[in-house]
């Protein structure tokens, strides 16, 4: 079953404006990832959020988690005609050395030249 | 720096017929190695993942099977296809480490036809 819940499903913006897409979560967590997908390729690791970090920045993104609401957002500031992508959230979980990432269903964005 | 190799990078089979999914990843030892299925508009489902050399774990029942015969070769194979296995399979590694993230090919388009 899936652990992350991205909402929207899909989001279409101009390009300079700003990006939010949120995720929620049902269980506890130690981190939280972001991950985004050109169409048709793999996936690409944005940035990783702790369970006891709040807020994170990465250049033009900025992550939130509240573990309280079980939920995370990813914030693209300033957006670019080549952030359209599709973007993913995913909870993980370790199990004998191994990561198990459960990944939400994602959100398609479209940035609009 | 480290790389992943995941071929083909589109395949089309016929029901019944035999698959063989090929990952190696460059640059890195003792990786952990996973493959995912992602469904189309859908988010990712793990299938199988190694932590060593001919260890393989299975995280859900299915038609598939996985080898790892050597540290850096992850094989996704299949006996007989079944139309439900059509899908874009993804391979991808991490170092094994808490918080370190997972880094994907560019995956496989299968269809079964």
């Known amino acids: 079953s899936q652990q992350g819940e991205e909402d929207p499903q899909a989001l279409s913006i101009q390009e300079g404006e700003n990006a939010t897409m949120n995720c929620s979560y049902k269980t506890s967590i130690n981190n939280l990832q972001w991950y985004r997908q050109n169409s048709g390729r793999g996936l690409v690791h944005l940035i990783l959020?702790?369970?006891?970090?709040r807020e994170k920045h990465s250049g033009r993104l900025r992550v939130t988690l509240d573990t309280s609401k079980k939920s995370s957002s990813l914030l693209i500031t300033a957006s670019r005609a080549a952030d359209t992508a599709s973007y993913f959230c995913?909870?993980?979980?370790?199990?004998?050395?191994?990561?198990?990432?459960?990944f939400g269903q994602g959100t398609r964005l479209t940035i609009n030249p | 720096s480290q790389t992943i190799h995941q071929w083909p990078a589109t395949l089309v089979q016929p029901v019944g017929s035999p698959l063989s999914l090929e990952c190696t990843v460059e640059?890195?030892?003792?990786?952990?190695l996973y493959w995912y299925r992602q469904a189309a508009g859908r988010g990712l489902q793990l299938l199988f993942y190694?932590?060593?050399?001919?260890?393989i774990s299975s995280e859900v029942p299915q038609n598939l099977s996985a080898s790892r015969p050597q540290d850096r070769q992850f094989i996704l194979s299949s006996k007989k296809l079944l139309l439900s296995d059509s899908g874009f399979y993804l391979c991808?590694?991490?170092?094994?480490?808490?918080?370190?993230?997972?880094?994907f090919g560019n995956g496989t388009r299968l269809t079964v036809t």
């Open positions: 959020i702790r369970s006891n970090e």
């Open positions: 995913a909870t993980d979980r370790w199990f004998q050395g191994a990561q198990k990432l459960v």
């Open positions: 991808a590694w991490d170092l094994g480490l808490g918080n370190s993230p997972l880094h």
């Open positions: 190694s932590v060593g050399i001919g260890q």
């Open positions: 640059g890195t030892s003792n990786p952990n």
